[in-house]
Antibody
Framework: QVQLVQSGGEVKKSGASVKVSCKASGYTFTGYSIQWVRQAPGQSLEWMGWINTGHGNTEYSQKFQGRVTITRDISASTAYMELTGLRYEDAAVYYC???????????????WGTGTTVTVSS | QMTQSPTSLSASVGDTIIITCRASQNINTFLNWYQQTPGNAPKLLIYGASNLQSGVPSRFSASGSGTIFTLTVTSLQPEDFGFYFCHQAYSGHTFGQGTKVDIK
């Protein structure tokens, strides 16, 4: 079945970096984009960026520009999200999601990853 | 900016609930709805303002275009309690603040 399995929870110190992986299975990896969304405790969802898994081009939310890098390894059907300069407010559950749809009819996230909890400590 | 209302509501099994999402600008029908139960990832319910995602029960429906959108759940079931988020994909991606649906 179609699924996205993410790497395990991480505990990082303030100022450090974290890299989260998202392994896709059950579909053609390069046929869909991968989006990254995070959710701080008790908060709504916040979009971080996405990658065109075929071409490798990316787009990032202005809020995270300069701190986030999204990459992919086609041979491993895996996407990665790295966030640098961690702050306490970066503590959240990070999700990858499969992007579907078209520019004409709109895009949506139809399959979500298992989530990765990132804790930022002093 | 996406504004949902209400931010929370209490309902009973069998009730019908309506959640509204307002966009700060015209987003055509580039509006999606997700459900999230505690401890789980969001789940796509509706895409393109009114299209039911495969496998989602028909008691879920949605409508709207431009700046005002609604999600309706009829005959509320125990598994429907949780959080609901709207999401615009017209200009970047923005989520509403969420609506908590709990048991009355």
């Amino acid at each position: 079945q179609v699924q996205l399995v993410q790497s395990g929870g991480e505990v990082k110190k303030s100022g450090a970096s974290v890299k989260v992986s998202c392994k896709a299975s059950g579909y053609t990896f390069t046929g869909y984009s991968i989006q990254w969304v995070r959710q701080a405790p008790g908060q709504s969802l916040e979009w971080m960026g996405w990658i065109n898994t075929g071409h490798g081009n990316t787009e990032y939310s202005q809020k995270f520009q300069g701190r986030v890098t999204i990459t992919r390894d086609i041979s491993a059907s895996t996407a990665y999200m790295e966030l640098t300069g961690l702050r306490y407010e970066d503590a959240a559950v990070y999700y990858c999601a499969r992007g579907s749809g078209t520019s004409r009819a709109g895009y949506y996230m139809d399959v979500w990853g298992t989530g990765t909890t990132v804790t930022v400590s002093s | 900016q996406m504004t949902q209302s209400p931010t929370s509501l209490s309902a009973s099994v069998g009730d019908t609930i309506i959640i509204t999402c307002r966009a700060s600008q015209n987003i055509n029908t580039f509006l999606n709805w997700y459900q999230q139960t505690p401890g789980n990832a969001p789940k796509l319910l509706i895409y393109g303002a009114s299209n039911l995602q495969s496998g989602v029960p028909s008691r879920f429906s949605a409508s709207g275009s431009g700046t005002i959108f609604t999600l309706t759940v009829t005959s509320l079931q125990p598994e429907d309690f949780g959080f609901y988020f709207c999401h615009q994909a017209y200009s970047g991606h923005t989520f509403g603040q969420g609506t908590k649906v709990d048991i009355k």
